[in-house]
Nanobody, 123 residues
Framework: LQLVESGGGLVQPGGSLRLSCAAP????????IGWFRQAPGKGREGVSC????????YIADSVKGRFTISRDNTKNTVYLQMNSLKPKATGVYYC?????????????????WGQGTKVPVSS
């Protein structure tokens, strides 16, 4: 499964972005999808996920109230809406997929990864 992220780009502190995760030619229905952030010089940190089995979602405490994950099965896309962005949100954002499982925020939970999209948060 090849995943493609889009929607990244330079944003000012306090601004918003919506990231998209798609798999060209494949439906993401029933795939658990996770979003991860990798800040410069650091490891990948789980931000949010949506389960493939029951559509339940999870948001990391660090972004709770500001980030939202959603799935549009008509467009075979999973979104990460990011509001009130802070400079520490800067990094490369990756989406990852695993077939029909409850979602988790560990990199070990996923079997397929995208190439990432860069999100610099700076004035």
């Amino acid at each position: 499964l090849q995943l493609v992220e889009s929607g990244g780009g330079l944003v000012q502190p306090g601004g918003s972005l919506r990231l998209s995760c798609a798999a060209p030619g494949f439906a993401l229905t029933y795939y658990g999808i996770g979003w991860f952030r990798q800040a410069p010089g650091k490891g990948r940190e789980g931000v949010s996920c949506i389960s493939g089995s029951d559509e339940s979602t999870y948001i990391a405490d660090s972004v709770k109230g500001r980030f939202t994950i959603s799935r549009d099965n008509t467009k075979n896309t999973v979104y990460l809406q990011m509001n009130s962005l802070k400079p520490k949100a800067t990094g490369v954002y990756y989406c990852a997929a695993v077939w029909f499982r409850m979602c988790g925020l560990s990199t070990y939970d996923y079997t397929s990864w995208g190439q990432g999209t860069k999100v610099p948060v700076s004035s």
